[in-house]
């Protein structure tokens, strides 16, 4: 069982002692390119795997629960002077969905994301990025039974990434990442593989 | 090199797991002598004359040396089901078990379980033929101190016991001319203590007198096509309900809609308030329920049902009271809409002011303001009784039973309330 106090504090501490490490690197030899200030958006999409231990235990559930949805997420980060970069990611993806029949009667349920994340990121190795984001998922069931509906929840969560970048020119980049969301409260959780562009738009030094 | 030490061990940090906390019922069906095709029920008489303080002269390094002894029972398929129910002064201990006659012995087989921790395991029971089953199997039998004990075993888990407890009987327990209500927190204890059904479901309600519990508070709200069933929390949670891709307020769904989608911890589907007071009139001898407001909105349709239901319990010759509860400024208003309020049973936990303008049926301060002895007696002499609530603390419950003058106690640990109410002199 996952705990919400425990990630949090994991993550300000990951914070903390990124820009406690990157501020306090006074004798670091900086080249030209971390000088260097911008703001850089990531956008893509791929392909979303629902991974959280709680089982869902549907009562009606006819069929299967289908795991895998199309993830789209977007992310704007500030890379300042030193290592440790912050930006806001969102997106959107469906954790699950299933159908339903109770007697004749059938219907069914999905639910959805969108992270709404402050997200950190440094540079592991050479074109190698790492991302912790905390934050909140505004999470939405869709119910298509007994009427339609779609309610909606705000709900803790965080999320950890690894990118690697190929760079295509001084501005444009193509990513592939591995994310890991988790939405704490609802125990929510997907392993998303996604292929981004990174646009270097504004660049100042 | 110290950068990917460092990511490894936040990895591995951010994926570790916490214990998680469970109690696995103890199997009680496999005392072969229970079994017995020849053991009996017991009979009324014998049941009842067993009700009392016994002290613990083995055991009570585990339990503590007091234990009060009390039956309950429910009704299922017909049939009365009796349970008898130990409650103990350490560790908000308490057995439950079921028991029989064989061969001029009683035989009481069945659980114990701790409250403070995970620790439970099974309880056999016995009283012989000369050590006070001739005397309860009697017509008439005449219960004086040390002329009942009670020897067996119990176990950790689901271990065959094998650690000695033997109970004698001291005294009768405490009752006063008025009953004192052991009134249970969310129909009979917090999903969240690790019971073994969940918290405002029928099966709870049907679980509850094996804890002590004379009465209910149960949490009603309404569903978004009107019908009131019983729910604690603003929003659908894996606290209360099992993971079904519902999320929001459940003021959002409609009840077929829960029905059909969402489950409780344990399974149980979310009852409605009509499916909860027919388990209470119908299949339980309680005798107190009250219907905690979680809504906002009028409380009419809820007072429709209040009345059906104690029309209801009056034709079964059932005395049952059931309070609509006023917890907030909001519901009191909602309250003096309805017609006729000041002959509604209520309960207002505002103060006694608001209480007396209303004319609730019970006053019911927050333990936090203390035993307040003098507005009970004046309350009581206003005619109108005054409940405490929500105490969890045994030392607090003691404390409140042996310094207040009140007429019931709310507590998520009615078992331990049961405990210090019966064993007081």
């Known amino acids: ?205 | 090199m110290r950068k990917i030490m460092f990511i490894s061990l936040y990895v591995c940090t951010l994926f570790s797991c916490k214990k998680t906390y469970e109690v696995v019922m103890p199997d009680t069906s496999r005392w072969e002598l229970f079994n017995d095709p020849a053991a009996l029920p017991l009979a009324a008489t014998a049941r009842n004359a067993l009700e009392g303080v016994y002290s613990l002269s083995q055991g009570s390094d585990v339990f503590g040396g007091l234990a009060a002894i009390k039956w309950s029972y429910i009704i299922e398929g017909g049939d009365s089901l009796f349970h008898l129910s130990g409650f103990f002064g350490k560790d908000i201990a308490y057995f439950v078990c079921e028991g029989r006659m064989l061969n001029g012995s009683l035989l009481f087989n069945g659980y114990w379980r701790k409250m403070v921790s995970t620790e439970t395991g099974i309880v056999h029971l016995a009283i012989a033929a000369g050590e006070g089953a001739a005397l309860l199997l009697g017509a008439h039998p005449v219960v004086t101190p040390g002329s009942i004990i009670l020897r067996g075993q119990f176990g950790q888990g689901q271990a065959v016991p094998n650690q000695d407890i033997t109970f004698s009987y001291n005294r009768k327990l405490n009752s006063n001319p008025t009953p004192f209500q052991v009134a249970a927190h969310r129909s009979g204890g917090r999903t969240s203590d690790l019971l073994p059904v969940s918290e405002n479901s029928v099966a709870m309600i049907l679980k509850t007198p094996e804890f002590g519990s004379t009465g209910i508070e149960v949490d009603v709200r309404y569903t978004k096509d009107g019908v009131p069933i019983l729910y604690h929390d603003n929003t659908l949670n894996l606290r209360e309900v099992q993971k079904s891709g519902l999320v929001g307020p459940i003021e959002n769904y409609t009840y077929e809609q829960l029905s059909t989608f969402v489950r409780l911890v344990h399974g149980e589907k979310i009852p409605t308030l009509r499916e909860a007071l027919d388990a209470v009139v119908y299949q339980t001898s309680l005798s107190f329920v009250w219907l905690d407001t979680k809504y906002t909105g009028s409380i009419a349709p809820v007072h429709a049902i209040q009345q059906e239901y104690i029309q209801k319990a009056a034709a079964r010759g059932r005395v049952l009271d059931i309070v609509i509860g006023l917890p907030g400024e909001d519901q009191f208003n909602q309250f003096l809409a309805l017609p006729g309020y000041a002959q509604v049973p209520s309960l207002c936990e505002l103060g006694v002011d608001e209480a007396e303008k209303i004319n609730a049926k019970i006053w019911a301060p927050r333990f936090t303001e203390g035993t307040q002895n003098e507005l009970v007696a004046r309350e009581h002499a206003n005619g109108r009784k005054v409940f405490v609530w929500t105490i969890d603390e045994p030392e607090f419950i003691a404390r409140f039973i042996n310094d207040g003058h009140f007429d019931g106690m709310l507590s998520n640990f009615p078992s331990c309330v049961a405990y210090n109410y019966y064993v007081h002199q």
């Not at chain 1, 260097?36 to 559930?61: C, D």
């Not at chain 1, 705000?154 to 193509?174: C, E, F, H, K, P």
């Not at chain 1, 988790?182 to 660049?203: E, G, H, I, M, V």
């Open chain 1, 1 to 205: 069982m996952y705990t919400s106090k425990k990630h949090l504090f994991l993550l300000f501490l990951t914070a903390i002692l990124a820009v406690n490490k990157s501020f306090g690197q006074t004798n670091v030899k900086i080249d030209s390119n971390r000088v260097r200030k911008s703001f850089v958006l990531q956008l893509g999409g791929g392909f979303g795997s629902y991974t959280a231990v709680v089982h869902i235990k549907p009562p009606a559930l006819s069929g299967s629960i289908r795991r895998y949805s199309a993830v789209g997420t977007i992310r704007l980060m500030w890379y300042p002077s030193y290592r440790l970069r912050f930006g806001f990611e969102t997106g959107y993806t469906d954790f699950y969905s299933y159908k339903v029949k109770n007697g004749n009667t059938t219907g069914s349920l999905h639910l959805s994301a969108v992270p709404l994340l402050f997200v950190f990121s440094m540079q592991v190795v050479k074109r190698v990025n790492i991302y912790a984001g905390i934050g909140a998922y505004s999470e939405a069931t869709h119910l298509n039974y007994d009427g339609t509906l779609v309610s909606r929840a705000l709900v803790l969560g965080s999320n950890i990434a690894l990118s690697y970048t190929w760079q295509l020119s001084d501005r444009l980049g193509i990513m592939a990442e591995a994310e890991w969301m988790n939405a704490y409260d609802t125990r929510d959780a997907s392993l998303n593989l996604q292929t981004k562009l990174a646009w270097r738009f504004l660049q100042w030094r």
